[in-house]
């Protein structure tokens, strides 16, 4: 799971008052989402004006959960609905660009074949029901591939996931779709679309921070319940959460996770792929339900991570 990283600001600044008098106004508070929202906003006009800012490099988009709101219970997390999600994949696909499997990715990664600009990749983390239920059918009308990666000691599960922090999730009148583990069954359902790969995710989808041989011994679990389960050898793998400022892909972990029966290693971070970057160290781009097929466009040209540099640069926070 990606986490948004907050604002190095003050949210507003004191002066002294030259005389108690003549008080000196203060600046008003800056407001963290209009920011946010003017670095969207800016990204999007850039990206229809110039298109993409870098010329090479593709982007791997991130989802979790797709299912409707359901009524009564709290917003889910990590979710983007049916509909937004098949306008995000559709309205992409008008502007040209081109779903590529990660394997296929990663092959021309491997092999120094180049991949084109438009070139992006769908992914899923954990393995929720839905994925099956509510995303499957609009991939197959779309032709889109994706790879869901498996938290696979939760397979055939009737529990949600520990690592799930809605709050409805397992909660009496929640459709089980909307929180429920895939089965084996269901996986295999999927493999049989010839859309969808199945990747690793870990076994057990705990905090590995400083625990590297913890994480081997983990991954060594995942890796056998998917050869054991779906013959896959040497799978993709994304780390939980993700995010290396954080320390859940860490250098350490990214070391165990290059000498694992493993092909790649995802992170969270909003970062293209270019033909220079490491396999072990590609980033994500987080799909959200506010996102447009107009803001993932962004968002795959590199605008939005270039407005929110420039947006921490400007509006950093300044020393005392």
């Known amino acids: 799971m990606s986490q948004v990283s907050p604002l190095s600001m003050s949210a507003s600044e004191s002066f002294e008052s030259p005389s108690p008098i003549a ?20 990204a999007v006009a850039l990206n229809e004006v110039w298109g993409p800012c870098t010329r090479s490099g593709f982007g791997i988009l991130m989802y979790h959960r797709v299912i409707d709101p359901v009524s009564g219970q709290p917003r889910p997390t990590w979710n983007v609905p049916p509909a937004r999600f098949e306008e995000q994949l559709s309205g992409l696909l008008r502007r040209g660009f081109d779903p590529w499997p990660l394997n296929r990715v990663l092959e021309h990664h491997e092999k120094g074949w ?17 994925n099956l239920t509510q995303a499957l059918p609009i991939l197959q009308k779309l032709r889109v591939p994706a790879t869901i990666f498996l938290a696979t000691r939760y397979l055939d599960s009737a529990q949600p996931f520990p690592s799930d922090d809605w709050l409805a999730a397992g909660a009496a009148g929640v459709p089980a779709e909307a929180w429920q583990p895939l089965t084996t069954d269901e996986c295999h359902q999927l493999l049989k679309s010839g859309l969808i790969e199945l990747g690793a995710h870990t076994h057990s989808h705990d905090d590995f921070r400083g625990k590297p041989d913890y994480l081997r011994d983990d991954l060594r679990q995942c890796c056998a319940v998917l050869r054991e ?12 959460y993700g995010t290396k400022r954080n320390g ?23 970062e293209l792929v270019t033909a220079t970057t490491d396999p072990f160290d590609w980033g994500r781009l987080v ?5 447009t097929s107009t803001t993932l466009a962004a968002k795959l040209g590199g605008w939005i991570t270039a407005a929110k540099k420039l947006k921490h640069f400007l509006f950093r926070q300044k020393p005392h």
């Open 248 to 270: 859940f892909a860490g250098p350490d972990l990214v070391a165990v996770a290059r000498t694992s029966e493993l092909r790649c290693s995802l992170t969270t971070e909003a």
């Open 229 to 240: 389960k779906f013959h896959i050898e040497r799978p993709t793998f994304a780390f939980p």
């Open 23 to 42: 008080p000196v106004e203060r600046k008003p508070a800056r407001d963290p989402q209009l920011t946010e929202k003017t670095a969207r906003s800016v």
């Open 114 to 130: 180049k991949i084109p600009r438009r070139v992006f990749v769908v992914t899923f983390d954990d393995g929720y029901q839905n």
């Open 287 to 291: 799909a959200e339900d506010i996102d």
